[in-house]
């Protein structure tokens, strides 16, 4: 058979229409919990983002003794250095944010990489990219990333590349795992019949069929990228040691949580809202999608 | 038998794995930037020739798989290095910390483990009830908050700010043991217990569902056993299986959530001591802990696989 084009291709082996990220999404909001993460996540994102512009005073400026409890000119009272614990609230999302969303996009990008190709190639390479995968899974996280700051410092770069490494693992098994029935489909097989270059087929056809569990575990690893690094500052390891940063402000005044609670508690306060919000969205869209498969299996 | 070949092939797969880690490790070290003599020397400077010896003495001015090679041979001989902070072989540093984070892990996974798995039975007997939606809920939320966001919630709660009734730090001073003063183990125990149940319970809730909609267990109840027996001789044995391999993931996680748990309660384990020797750039020291927890990952890894052949009849015949 020389010509692909004819082949006749019976209705069977077009491919499924994929649930669209997007569609996936806007079903899962249906759902209260969903709906009540994005409203956390939200309010907690807008926070960081217009809290510079609207604090009151800046993260480091004095503005009273220090250890004061709310009331007067700081409404949240002062920190163990007297800067006003509101304003340093409010300055303290956006680093975090940042490095956590970039930390988790590099990791989803490079992990659903290696778990496409792994579940295509279908031979040695499959095997070597997930022993690989392996290995760094057998390193805690937040050890991986406390080796690379031990080395080279508390810089942003190597924060966001050691998370992104160690989040690269967790998706590509996912990845993997969603892909690995999809290789064995028929539309797979034609597509490669008719000549479709492999890199169109890994992004044309396999990642549109996985993108329901690798929008879960997305959410998820953002959830721990928040952790991480809001811990990593918790420790001291962050690019500015004294700028205004959650973690870095619940250590700063753990030690006086008994005379001015605030200056732990407000910071606590965001990232816990922060991190169930994005566990709520996870939890929704894996709900929203095994609901979707369920009714397909039902058909 | 069987059995036999398969555990020797998972052990060749996971030292594989070890060998790896050692090996990540190690290149991380060796090919990030950073230079372990000037971070040892802090602001002082220091004379080339200076730098040269200690180079020389830590061997790093060999090629890569020298040093690879001889610290892999004095692994073998339970020669973990030298710490450059303390000028003290890495093991006798560590020996008691690792007995203290030991002792705190154990407990952690004696309390949870039981706990979690009658969590995510009883919900789903419980199914859709108020019990599961309750309890799935709250699982959903702990699973999301950091570890040290809890302890630090406990510790707020409990010990400084709400009420006044247990210890904020846990210190374990040197010559002492953990045990000596349990109290102040009780918010490290229940923060490992927070941060490990949510995994294990949902876990055993979904296997527990699927195994009770099974046709043995509908035989079982058609035969007209009891519930009780049913539930304890038929159900429950047969969902362990899965949960067995998240048990084992979530003590290897233990193990790393130890860190910055340790970290809060100002606990005198590896936790702190890993803190302690990112700050001091003391490499020696981190390397040991890290290539000590991924053993611990391996090693805990094969006995849950070895656990889920024991105790599902199926695998221990199809193998």
């Known amino acids: 058979m020389s010509q692909v084009s004819d082949v006749a291709i019976p209705d069977a082996e077009v491919a499924p229409s994929p649930v669209r990220g997007a569609s996936l999404l806007r079903r899962s909001l249906r759902l209260w919990r ?18 510079p512009y609207v604090a009151p005073y800046g993260p480091s400026t004095p503005v009273g003794a220090p250890n004061s409890v709310p009331g007067g000119k700081a409404v949240l009272g002062t920190d163990y250095l007297g800067q006003d614990v509101l304003s340093r609230v409010l300055y303290g999302g956006r680093s975090i944010l940042v490095m956590a969303v970039i930390a988790t996009a590099l990791g989803l990008i490079g992990g659903a990489a290696v778990g496409l190709v792994a579940a295509y190639s279908r031979n040695a390479l499959d095997d070597v990219l997930m022993r690989a995968m392996d290995v760094i899974m057998a390193l805690p996280s937040i050890l991986l990333a406390l080796v690379a700051v031990a080395i080279v410092g508390p810089r942003a770069w190597v924060i966001v590349a050691a998370i992104a490494l160690t989040t690269a693992p967790r998706v590509a098994r996912v990845a993997r795992g969603a892909a690995q ?64 940063n959650w973690g870095t402000m619940i250590k700063q005044n753990q030690l006086v949580l008994a005379v001015q609670p605030w200056g732990a508690v407000a910071p606590i306060i ?30 | 038998m069987r059995l036999g070949r398969y555990v020797i092939r998972r052990i060749l797969q996971l030292i594989l794995v070890f060998v790896g880690v050692t ?34 003495r830590y061997h790093l001015n ?23 902070e303390a000028q003290e072989p890495v093991s006798t540093l560590l020996a008691p910390k690792l007995v203290n984070s030991a002792v705190l892990v154990v407990l952690a996974a004696v309390l949870s483990i039981p706990l979690s798995i009658a969590i995510g039975a009883w919900a789903a007997l419980k199914r859709e009830k108020v019990f599961d939606q309750s309890s799935s809920n709250l699982m959903l939320l702990l699973a999301a908050l950091p570890e040290f966001v809890v302890a630090l919630v406990l510790v707020i709660v409990f010990a400084t700010t709400v009420f006044h009734v247990l210890p904020a730090i846990s210190t ?41 909609e099974s046709d043995y267990v509908e035989m079982a109840r058609l035969k007209g056993l009891p519930e009780r027996t049913v ?10 299986g899965p949960v067995l391999q998240v048990i084992a993931l979530n003590l290897a996680y233990l193990a790393g959530g130890i860190i910055i748990v340790e970290f809060v309660f100002n606990y005198s384990g590896i936790g702190g001591a890993i803190a302690e020797a990112v700050v001091n750039h003391d490499l020696p020291v981190i390397q040991a802990l890290a290539i000590l927890l991924a053993a611990v990952y391996v090693v805990v890894n094969l006995l849950a ?8 009849p199926r695998l221990r015949t199809r193998l």
């Open chain 2, 172 to 212: 374990v001073p040197p010559g002492s043991r953990p045990w000596n003063n349990w109290v102040a183990l009780v918010l490290p125990t229940i923060t490992l217990v927070i941060a490990v149940a949510p995994y294990v319970s949902r876990i055993m809730r979904a296997s527990m569902i699927e195994v009770l």
């Open chain 2, 231 to 240: 539930l304890i001789r038929h159900a429950l044995p047969n969902a362990l």
């Open chain 2, 23 to 56: 090996l990540l490790i190690y290149g991380m070290v060796y090919a990030l930037p950073g230079d372990p003599i000037r971070g040892m020397a802090g602001d002082r400077p220091l004379s080339p020739s200076v730098v040269n010896a200690l180079r020389d």
């Open chain 2, 62 to 84: 060999d090629p890569f798989f020298v040093q690879y090679g001889k610290y892999i041979w004095g692994l073998l001989h339970g020669d973990l290095g030298t710490s450059l």
């Open chain 1, 270 to 299: 965001a990232i816990a809202l922060l991190t169930m919000g994005t566990g709520l969205i996870g939890d929704g869209i894996a709900r929203t999608a095994a609901g979707i498969d369920r009714a397909r299996g039902e058909e």
């Open chain 2, 305 to 312: 696989d070895v656990a889920t052949i024991l105790v599902t």
């Open chain 1, 181 to 244: 029935p999809v290789v064995e489909r028929d539309f797979i097989a034609a597509s490669e019949a008719m000549g479709v270059p492999r890199w169109r087929i890994l992004s044309g056809e396999l990642l549109p069929n996985t993108l329901g569990p690798l929008m879960v575990e997305a959410s998820l690893r953002l959830t721990y990228s928040i952790g991480l690094i809001a811990g990593l500052a918790y420790l001291g390891l962050s690019p500015n040691v004294n700028g205004a």
């Open chain 1, 34 to 51: 969903t709906r009540i993460g994005v409203v956390l996540v939200g309010v907690i994102v807008l926070l960081a983002i217009i809290g």
